[in-house]
């Protein structure tokens, strides 16, 4: 059973075989999808007063810049650096890690009564987290068993699944968000 990330890309090492770096650098879809978290912080900062109303205490700014991070580690760990050991890839490993972690709990927070948001938010976050994790271990195990095309379309998917659900969350907070007029 493939994990979903190695052990040894906590550290910079990597699976990824050298001759695919030419299909990392040069395939669009995947490329661009490093770039999601960019997109997920924009998207925090775009609706950051619907998300502080309704979650005050959780510091928004602080994760808007670390997904910016993200992204940029994400492109030099996946792409720039594809097929060789690098502390660009730890870095994009160790940050994504700690992401998920908050993705995941994002959705439990109504329930514990840190959060005024919409149940619809965690079933988002829920299902969302669980369709990319998916992604993300499949994309795991094709690497291990050297499908490269696998590899690029659920690493990828992995990547899109987690902006897509979180655009998805932060447009029902918006909607539901006491600083929204269209449904208050």
């Known amino acids: 059973m493939a994990n979903i990330v190695s052990p040894e890309a906590f550290w910079g090492e990597t699976a990824q075989p050298i001759e695919w770096r030419e299909r990392a650098q040069s395939d669009t879809f995947y490329a661009a999808s490093t770039l999601c978290p960019v997109l997920m912080g924009w998207g925090v900062h775009a609706a950051e007063l619907h998300l502080f109303l309704t979650c005050p205490w959780f510091p928004w700014w602080l994760i808007k810049l670390s997904l910016c991070l993200q992204g940029w580690l994400s ?7 594809f097929g060789e050991a690098s502390g660009w890839k730890a870095a994009d490993v160790w940050l994504a ?6 993705y995941i709990l994002f959705a439990l927070f109504p329930f514990v009564g840190i959060a005024a948001w919409p149940a619809a938010v965690s079933l988002t976050q829920a299902t969302a ?13 094709a690497l ?15 990547h899109y699944i987690a902006l897509f659900g979180a655009a998805a969350s932060l447009c029902i907070i918006v909607i539901a968000s006491p600083a929204s007029s269209a449904f208050h």
């Open 129 to 141: 987290a669980g369709s990319a994790l998916y992604c993300k271990k499949m994309g795991t195990r």
């Open 75 to 81: 492109y030099q760990g996946d792409v720039a650096t």
């Open 144 to 158: 291990k068993d050297r499908h490269e095309a696998a590899f690029f379309w659920h690493h990828s998917m992995w």
């Open 97 to 102: 890690t700690l992401h998920t972690s908050c």
